[in-house]
């Protein structure tokens, strides 16, 4: 079955540094994905979306890479604010599951000043 | 451009009662979806909707959940009878067409957050 795997464990990180979380996929091969950020108490954000034969995405202090040789994906945050601190999912999708979403557990992000 | 609104925000229930959750999509948006977001879990697709017909409801509990959207614009999701596993946010979002290829941009609702006792 497809998988895909974030780190359950929080991220605590100080202000101003860099905030690198990780999304690893099995068994089959993303289209693209999908990264959302979501706070408490709400609905998932949209952030950023990569395609496979993209390398790399940027949006302001954001980057995402996609390494289809390690089956990788990675978020930065560069220059992190404490406004950063929510939990941020990680979403596969190809045609065999004709393009849903299949989302990670999520990583939680605290940033400290 | 107002968002995806949902309603109740809280219920709760014993089980093997049944409960409804409300959803309206963004305005224009053809596809709308419902997850189901546990404690600690990333959210689980139930159903798609492009307009009014059904397009992927392989995860869907069809012996105890059901979902409409009649009018291609709202939609609600029912719950009979509850269990006490079914507690969890209920999310809806929308997209302005199906994913496809091209990747649509979903947009969530606020969630309906369900304890069932």
């Known amino acids: 079955s497809q998988k895909i795997e974030q780190n359950s464990e929080a991220l605590n990180i100080q202000e101003g540094k860099t905030a690198t979380l990780t999304c690893n996929y099995t068994?089959?091969?993303?289209?693209?994905l999908q990264w959302y950020r979501q706070d408490p108490g709400r609905g998932p954000v949209f952030l950023l979306l990569?395609?496979?034969?993209?390398k790399e995405k940027r949006k302001e202090r954001l980057k995402v890479t996609f390494d289809t040789t390690l089956k990788q994906s990675l978020f930065h945050i560069t220059a992190s604010q404490p406004a950063d601190s929510a939990t941020y999912l990680c979403?596969?999708?190809?045609?065999?599951?004709?393009?849903?979403?299949?989302f990670g557990k999520g990583t939680s992000l605290l940033v400290t000043p | 451009e107002a968002g995806v609104a949902q309603s109740p925000r809280y219920k709760i229930i014993e089980k093997r009662q049944s409960v409804a959750f409300w959803c309206n999509p963004i305005s224009g948006h053809a596809t709308l979806y419902w997850y189901q977001q546990i404690l600690g879990q990333g959210p689980k697709l139930l159903i798609q909707?492009?307009?009014?017909?059904?397009?992927?409801d392989s995860q869907l509990p069809k012996d105890r959940f059901s979902a409409e959207r009649l009018k291609g614009v709202d939609s609600t999701l029912k719950i009979q009878p509850a269990k006490l596993e079914d507690s969890a946010v209920y999310l809806c979002?929308?997209?302005?067409?199906?994913?496809?290829?091209?990747?649509?941009?979903?947009?969530f609702g606020p969630g309906t957050r369900l304890l069932v006792l």
């Open positions: 979403a596969s999708s190809n045609s065999n599951s004709g393009y849903a979403l299949n």
């Open positions: 979002a929308s997209s302005l067409d199906l994913p496809g290829l091209a990747g649509e941009t979903q947009y």
């Open positions: 990569i395609r496979e034969n993209e």
């Open positions: 909707f492009q307009n009014n017909g059904v397009v992927d």
């Open positions: 068994n089959y091969s993303p289209a693209y």
